[in-house]
Structure formats: structure tokens, C-alpha cells
């Protein structure tokens, strides 16, 4: 009498914490797509990525650099640092600070950076729409 094989899957969790079924010792094997997004001028400079998208999000939340390096722990230098490395590269403003006093200081994204974080955002989405799903190959 011959014995039926049996596929074992195995529960993975992947860095965004989603569980994933994986066939494992199969005919197929099941793959999910990954991807890194950035924005590039055209010159190739670095404009904005996941973690600066992230830290513009965080200061229209917070309304302050500081509050916002806070929130996703990052030192404020850091953040500062991002914000002046994307100003330069698109040579405008993105940010709008207003220094501190009796009211402390406090900071907003300008128009440019507001549409910035908005297609990012939105190209995220068209990427992750296309991406959704997992990808099966016959071994």
C-alpha cells in the first residue's frame, strides 16, 4: 500500500509581522515579491524613501521635528539631517520651522512637502496593488 505524501506548511511571520504559508519540500514553492521605494531626482540624488516618508508623516502629525524624531526614535539630529538632505536635493523647502520662545518652537510641511509625501505615498500603494499576492514556481 503506498503512502499518501503530505505537504507540510510551515507559518512564517515576514518583517511586517503578516503570516505567510510557505510550501516547503513540495513541487511548488510560493514566493511573495519585496520591494525598496525611493524617489530620485534627476540628477539621481536621493529625494524620499519609506523612512523619509515616514518622518515627514510624523512631523504633519506631531507639528515639531523634535516631536516627530521622538515618535519614531531617532535622534533629532538625524531627523534635521534627513529634512536638510531632501530640501537640498529638491532645492526647495519641505519643512516650515518656526523657532521656539515663551510658545516653543514648532514646524509644518510647506505645499512642496505636502505634494511630496503625497505621491510617495501614492506610488507606494500603485507598487504595493500591483505586488499584492504571492508568486508560485514549480521546482
Same mark, same amino acid.
Given at each position: ?9 510551515? =507559518? ?29 531626482? &534627476? ?8 523612512? =523619509? ?15 516627530? *524624531? ?37 514646524? *509644518?510641511? =510647506? ?14 500603494? *500603485?507598487?504595493?496593488?500591483?505586488? &499584492? ?7
Amino acid at each position: 500500500m503506498k503512502e499518501k505524501k503530505t505537504k507540510k506548511l510551515e =507559518t512564517n511571520k515576514n518583517r511586517s509581522g503578516i503570516k505567510e504559508e510557505n510550501v516547503e519540500r513540495g513541487k511548488k514553492s510560493f514566493y511573495r515579491p519585496r520591494y525598496k521605494l525611493w524617489l530620485e531626482s &534627476d540628477h539621481g540624488n536621493f529625494i524620499v524613501g519609506e523612512g =523619509t516618508a515616514q518622518l515627514l508623516q510624523a512631523v504633519k502629525k506631531e507639528g515639531s521635528i523634535s516631536e516627530a *524624531a521622538r515618535s519614531l526614535q531617532i535622534s533629532y539630529a538625524h531627523a534635521w539631517r534627513k529634512i536638510r538632505e531632501i530640501e537640498q536635493n529638491l532645492k526647495t523647502p519641505v519643512v516650515e520651522r518656526k523657532r521656539g520662545g515663551k510658545t516653543g518652537g514648532s514646524s *509644518a510641511l =510647506t505645499a512642496e512637502g505636502e505634494v511630496l509625501l503625497q505621491e510617495y505615498e501614492q506610488l507606494k500603494r *500603485a507598487v504595493e496593488k500591483v505586488l &499584492d499576492g504571492s508568486i508560485c514556481v514549480n521546482v
